[in-house]
């Protein structure tokens, strides 16, 4: 979701203690990433708590990359060229007037 929206791309600082890939980018069911205001987190976890629903802070938006405390950081230009442009590049696609779209 960091680079999804081209012209307008968001940062974020994670500060999990330990780096769990299965709690970023696990297929499991029921896990979800919810950014929330700062001055409406505490009605947030109260909510969470009251519906029984297990919630974790993992870090905060803002930045001009992705980081992970203590492990490593990507920067959004980098992201979002992977993320529009590979399968353009893969192609060959990339800088060719006639396949533009």
């Known amino acids: 979701m960091a680079v999804a929206d081209r012209a307008n791309p968001v940062g974020a600082q994670l500060e999990m203690e330990e780096l769990n890939p299965l709690k970023l980018f696990g297929e499991g069911p029921s896990r979800a990433v919810v950014v929330v205001d700062a001055e409406a ?3 947030f ?3 969470a708590e009251e519906l029984g629903i297990p919630e ?3 870090g905060t938006t803002g930045g001009s990359g992705i980081g992970f405390r203590f492990h ?8 979002s060229a992977a993320y529009h442009d590979s399968l353009a590049r893969v192609l060959g696609m990339v800088g060719t007037t006639e396949n533009s779209v």
């Open 45 to 47: 976890e109260d909510e």
């Open 41 to 43: 987190l505490d009605e």
């Open 56 to 58: 974790e802070w993992i």
């Open 72 to 79: 490593y950081s990507v920067s959004l230009v980098d992201m």
